[in-house]
């Protein structure tokens, strides 16, 4: 089975930008969430989408969000970029929220 | 807050003996608990997950996990350089609660040949 695929791997962009990020998870989950990992907070919770509905959400600005197709593929948009907003974004895919989950490689942001 | 508390370390252990990684948790909701193990560059990889207190074996692999004291552990049995990496400690809530999945840090394990 094919794991979670996530596109571009590498950005550059520039502070006030905005970036869409895609996932798409292994075939048949139908829980896709997404994290940011920088090296002083670790791994922080943005949120987890669900058959197209946003279930969960962390303690993110709404220059962040999200959404799911039909076909569970994920996107999400950082808006207004800021410098802090440089990270690894990663994407995990499982069948239902708080059960095993799978990471993409992550897309890795810098923003400069 | 939830929080999943982890030793930073590096934790240092001589190749073939056991590696004992620990975590604490706060939030008494969590039903779910996932050992992830993350190479340098590299994104976590899902190696164990528990549900239920007690012991979960796979392989080189035990998870321990204690909801009373809120304490979770993951063991490595005959370490190899291979496992050298950082672990990551996480837990959930029954359908997913408002912070999804919550990780500790991590622990750097440093296997030495």
């Known amino acids: 089975k094919a794991g979670v695929t996530q596109t571009p791997r590498y950005l550059i962009k520039t502070r006030g930008q905005q970036v869409t990020l895609s996932c798409s998870p292994i075939?048949?989950?139908?829980?896709v969430s997404w994290y940011q990992q920088t090296p002083g907070q670790g791994l922080q919770f943005l949120f987890e989408?669900?058959?197209?509905?946003?279930?969960n959400k962390g303690n993110f600005p709404g220059r962040f969000s999200g959404r799911q197709f039909s076909n569970s593929r994920s996107e999400m948009n950082v808006s207004t970029l800021e410098l802090g907003d440089s990270a690894l974004y990663l994407c995990?895919?499982?069948?239902?929220?708080?059960?095993?989950?799978?990471f993409g490689p992550g897309t890795r942001l810098t923003v400069t | 807050q939830k929080e999943v508390e982890q030793n930073s370390g590096p934790l240092s252990v001589p190749e073939g003996a056991i590696a004992s990684l620990n975590c604490t948790y706060s939030?008494?909701?969590?039903?779910?608990f996932f050992w992830y193990r993350q190479y340098s560059g590299k994104s976590p990889e899902l190696i164990m997950s528990?549900?239920?207190?007690g012991d979960k074996e796979d392989g080189r692999f035990t998870a321990q996990l204690n909801k009373a004291s809120q304490y979770v552990s993951l063991l490595i049995r005959d370490s190899q350089p291979s496992d050298s990496a950082t672990y990551l400690c996480?837990?959930?809530?029954?359908?997913?609660?408002?912070?999804?999945?919550?990780f500790g840090k991590g622990t750097h394990l440093i296997i030495q040949p």
């Open positions: 995990a895919s499982g069948l239902s929220g708080p059960y095993e989950q799978y």
């Open positions: 075939s048949g989950h139908r829980s």
């Open positions: 989408y669900f058959s197209e509905t946003q279930r």
């Open positions: 939030d008494r909701g969590s039903q779910s």
């Open positions: 528990i549900y239920s207190n």
């Open positions: 996480a837990a959930g809530r029954p359908g997913g609660g408002a912070d999804g999945l919550t």
